[in-house]
């Protein structure tokens, strides 16, 4: 059965984050753009994980995760919920703690839309934790140069998980574009 990439944008991103519109572009440009789908997740996480819920609910009968910061950490919790494979581009791994310094007035960087960060939403990613992942099901793709999330934690709670580490780079993952043969080969998608 062919998988499906369900790519899961960050915090105050969208599918139309470079990262994103680069993979659907790749996949696109081979014959394979049926077989990818990035929902634009809102800012609640009980409402994002409903939106992913009702993405794989239509049409996505074998997913693998791509999910990148926030959308790592959502990867992560659908992955270990449906037995599932996942990508995590340097995936946040406490947003409850991490984003607790956003609290209030938050703005979309990619569709402009505000909206509140609230402790509930603090309290739905504590919800929504996997405490310990199966590392057999990870792909993890870190760089060192990360200045939002600190890469050692992924790597700590992933060890055993295959995983590439570059040195340098930043939180957008410079390095992804060289990735995406090694994702879908992950995901188990043939390149035509």
Same mark, same amino acid.
């Given at each position: 059965?062919?998988?499906?990439?369900?790519?899961?944008?960050?915090?105050?991103?969208?599918?139309?984050?470079?990262?994103?519109?680069?993979?659907?572009?790749?996949?696109?440009?081979?014959? $394979?753009?049926? &077989?990818?789908?990035?929902?634009?997740?809102?800012?609640?996480? #009980?409402?994002?994980?409903r939106?992913?819920?009702a993405?794989?609910?239509?049409k996505?009968?074998?997913?693998t995760?791509?999910?990148?910061?926030?959308?790592?950490?959502?990867?992560?919790?659908?992955a270990?919920?449906?037995?599932?494979?996942?990508?995590?581009i340097?995936?946040?791994?406490?947003p409850?703690?991490?984003?607790?310094?956003?609290?209030g007035?938050?703005?979309?960087?990619?569709?402009?839309?505000?909206?509140? +960060?609230t402790r509930?939403?603090?309290?739905g990613? #504590?919800?929504f934790?996997?405490?310990?992942?199966?590392?057999?099901?990870? +792909? $993890?793709? &870190?760089?060192?140069?990360?200045e939002?999330?600190?890469? #050692?934690?992924?790597?700590?709670?992933f060890?055993g998980?295959?995983?590439?580490?570059?040195d340098?780079?930043?939180h957008?993952?410079?390095?992804?574009p060289?990735? $995406?043969?090694?994702? +879908?080969?992950?995901?188990?998608?043939? +390149?035509?």
């Amino acid at each position: 059965m062919t998988t499906r990439i369900i790519y899961l944008h960050g915090f105050n991103s969208s599918p139309a984050s470079h990262k994103a519109r680069t993979m659907d572009a790749y996949m696109r440009a081979r014959g $394979l753009g049926h &077989l990818f789908a990035c929902p634009a997740l809102p800012p609640d996480p #009980r409402d994002a994980v409903r939106v992913i819920e009702a993405d794989l609910a239509r049409k996505t009968p074998n997913p693998t995760f791509v999910g990148s910061s926030l959308g790592g950490f959502y990867a992560i919790h659908f992955a270990e919920r449906l037995g599932a494979r996942a990508v995590l581009i340097n995936p946040a791994m406490t947003p409850d703690v991490g984003l607790e310094a956003y609290l209030g007035t938050q703005k979309n960087l990619y569709t402009g839309a505000t909206y509140q +960060l609230t402790r509930a939403d603090l309290e739905g990613w #504590r919800a929504f934790a996997v405490a310990q992942p199966d590392p057999e099901r990870y +792909l $993890l793709l &870190l760089e060192t140069g990360d200045e939002v999330l600190d890469w #050692r934690d992924a790597a700590r709670k992933f060890e055993g998980a295959r995983t590439v580490i570059r040195d340098g780079g930043d939180h957008t993952l410079q390095s992804f574009p060289e990735h $995406l043969p090694r994702i +879908l080969a992950f995901a188990g998608i043939a +390149l035509p």
